[in-house]
């Protein structure tokens, strides 16, 4: 028997799935917990991700028209109460603010003061604050559509929150459009999701399945929402991105009205589309191995790490000075549509040092001591492969293919996850079978277990709610590009024309 | 008597300075208040200059090695109380959250439930939230320094809001650094007032006056406050980033403590800076005028707008051809570090379309008609000169000078501003003579008067305060380039051994 390989975080993902993933998130540097419940501190490391996610999604929108603008925090209370499912659906978790100044209570101690007159709900998403901007705006058909999008931070309280997946403030961006006609805003709505399908899979390499909410899953007061999934290691499900039609509700609740081209008054017809720091989650918890986090050169806080190797004291002004070199070169390089971004270690640590960039997850380390230097060459390891796995490489033709093993490294990653996620997508027709399917083998060890199930499911919220409750199980999405096939509902057997997603989820 | 030249805002600047600000934000569709007590609506055209600042600081800011972070937006009131003056200066001004979610009332609406046990204010300010980070993260002087930055919202509750000037809630980056030595701190503070000054001078076009605050007039909490200040046209002051050098204040309060060198345990050496939206009220009070907004080009929302001038239908097609080519050459173009930022309006709305560009402050208008066509020429508008001053330029010396262009238009707006300032900055000896200066020549028009006095003071607070008792004039600041000279304090006459900048500000 092979002794058992080291393993840079503990437990592995086999052992212990969640605490895993937390290893890694502190291993990688990447964000910790707060000391205010719930919330997060994003590190530079992860904070770098998020602006790689920023930038690629502010051109792709910026391509279809949409600009940036920015509303207030704080929602009034009558405002959330005006779409009654709205209100609804966060009103269990919202931050609400009561008074607006501090003063000395009978203990000497400080204690609110200065009550509001009207509470104030710090945003846990902003159709209400913004429909009211609209409704200012918006008078003809002629200033249809807008197109508007923010970066911002939201609260929703959170119980059990867990690092960038559930947290009660986290950082997103939320779009928001009004639109003349429901086949416009319903366009807008499905080009949204395909923005989010390519941040994720030609940057994030998360391969995603497009689909529709069903009605239970919503986002309250939509009409209809789209959304996005992805197959964690887990084989757990984790929505990466929705875009919801609002039809005309909200602009029946914020009074969005607009003088049609026949001189008809008529309501707008609203869009709203959000990502957040969750997709970082997404991320680690499709790429990272035990070794710890894997990022895709295209989202990479930075590409490239160089370690210069000096042994002696006498070695290092020449390390250093091909090293720098080296650095300038690369500094000149683009990639995708950012400079190269690259990263010098000289700490004198030994081996950790390496392991902290395997741990971070840069897709290239690259050692540099006087043998490499004396063959002009470079010694360099890809996280796409095993930490041992390193080769020495002409330094001029590392420099003109960097590039080319970025891409490579960006493939392999996409093909992997779209791997594990086809070895664990499972037609499934018969009810036990499917029962099964979702039931640990191993109670001990449930953490891994099942994937995807593709189902006929009749549409009724009863044997969704069957199937929730008796297994933890739902419906992820009915997905856009599925095909109407004759069936029986996994559930009670009754007719029904299309098979859905079924998995657990994050 | 020539007759009143007529111009697009309406009071002018003379007539009535503060509505005349009101009326530029407005009609340059900067932004808006919103329903929200002092909180404003940031529109695309005042968010994009947002968005270049935000480029511009952190650029410089990299080049320094800071790294930007992200830390929750709530703040334990226990937190906030570690540092005592710091509490002291933003008790008045918290919005502070009490409840975690909403229920419904007894009459059926909504009301705060589930109460905190301790309050979260929601911050004003980070330092006590990122020094409880800072504390976790240093324990060797191998650590240090520590260089973050964020880019957030903060909310410091108004009693009387004024747009971008002074609202609730605001967005601004707040730098936040930990030092080994006092001297590397100190050192950390002029730096980023440095950067700020940069900012300033080579992209708002603003000229400043880097100073030092009186202690009467420090944050909260600093043994040091670093400034600049601009002067506005109506001569009054408005501070335009600071830079504290908080000592181990803050240090002590969060306990940030390493093991030196030396193996001796010490606190660290605390730095933070900001600068807010505010910048955006300071362009446009700098560079506006009676026709509205004036942006410099370094940093415009965008550069110049292409206006098609269609009178008949047939000559539509071949306007628009050459418009589009046009579009597609300059898009091509480099200025600054980013591409040229055009703009097209086709809109057939008469001579509002070029007035709404005029009052938005585009650098460039290019207006495109079938007789500019046949002699392959454009007809410019320069926001930096009247509005009627237009010419016709061969369409190719437009593109190969259009950089050109616009880099006189950024000097000629900084020259402009340093000369109204340094029209109205005065060295005043004597107190009657200062009273004068202070006070409104018409007590009916008192917006636009005085300037920036460099007077003698002694040092006192009580000296300070009589003035700003007396005057509402306050001490900007001690200018960091002033020279030592002897004088007698402008307010008791006891001795001085330099001049500071006295003014009103905003």
Not at 47 to 58: A, G, P
Not at 125 to 152: C, H, M
Not at 302 to 330: C, F, N, Q, W
């Amino acid at each position: 028997m092979g002794k058992k390989e080291v393993t840079a975080i503990t437990p592995t993902r086999v052992e212990d799935y969640p605490e895993w993933y937390q290893q890694v998130v502190k291993a990688s540097d990447l964000a910790e917990s707060s000391p205010v419940r719930g919330c997060m501190v994003i590190k530079p490391w992860g904070y770098s991700i998020w602006e790689n996610i920023m930038r690629v999604l502010n051109n792709l929108f910026k391509e279809t028209g949409v600009k940036n603008a920015y509303f207030p925090l704080f929602i009034p209370l009558s405002f959330l109460e005006k779409e009654a499912e709205h209100v609804e659906g966060f009103a269990k978790e919202c931050a609400v603010v009561t008074h607006h100044r501090l003063k000395k209570g009978p203990d000497g101690s400080l204690v609110p003061a200065g009550a509001l007159n009207e509470p104030l709900v710090v945003r846990p998403t902003s159709e209400t604050i913004i429909g009211d901007s609209f409704s200012k705006w918006v008078s003809s058909y002629r200033d249809l559509p807008i197109l508007i999008n923010q970066w911002a931070n939201v609260v929703r309280w959170e119980m059990r929150p867990r690092i960038f997946l559930r947290t009660s403030e986290f950082l997103w961006q939320e779009g928001h459009s009004a639109h003349a006609t429901q086949e416009e805003a319903v366009e807008r709505t499905n080009m949204m999701l395909d923005a989010y399908e390519k941040l994720a899979k030609d940057y994030l390499a998360i391969p995603v399945i497009k689909g529709r909410k069903t009605p239970a899953e919503r986002f309250p007061g939509a009409v209809d929402t789209l959304c996005m999934e992805a197959m964690m290691q887990d084989r757990k499900a984790l929505q990466a991105g929705t875009s919801h039609f609002l039809g005309q509700n909200f602009a029946r609740a914020s009074n969005i009205k607009f003088q049609s081209a026949q001189e008809k008054e008529e309501y707008a017809w609203t869009v709203s589309w959000g990502a957040s720091t969750r997709l970082i989650g997404g991320l680690i918890m499709t790429h990272g191995d035990d070794d710890g986090l894997i990022l895709p050169p295209k989202i990479a806080s930075a590409h490239v790490v160089l370690l210069p190797i000096i042994k002696k004291p006498s070695d290092r002004s020449g390390v250093m000075e091909y090293t720098e070199s080296l650095v300038k070169e690369l500094r000149d390089t683009s990639y995708d549509d950012r400079r190269l971004e690259v990263e010098i270690d000289d700490r004198d640590i030994g081996g950790a040092r390496g392991w902290d960039w395997i741990k971070k997850g840069i897709p290239l380390r690259v050692e540099i001591g006087p043998r490499d230097i004396s063959n002009n060459s470079v010694f360099v390891g890809r996280r796409d492969r095993g930490h041992r796995d390193k080769a020495s490489i002409k330094r001029d033709r590392f420099v003109s293919e960097i590039t080319t093993i970025l891409d490579e490294i960006q493939e392999n990653l996409f093909e992997r996850a779209l791997s594990l996620r086809e070895a664990h997508t499972v037609n499934i027709e018969g009810k036990n079978e499917f029962y099964e399917f979702f039931t640990p083998e191993n109670p001990e060890k449930p953490e891994i277990h099942g994937g995807f199930a593709l189902s006929h499911w009749c549409g009724s919220d009863a044997c969704e709610l069957k199937i929730k409750e008796d297994l933890k199980v739902t419906i992820r999405c009915i997905p856009l590009d599925g095909e109407s096939e004759k069936g029986g509902c996994i559930c009670c057997n009754q007719p029904s024309m299309h098979r859905v997603v079924f998995a657990k989820s994050y």
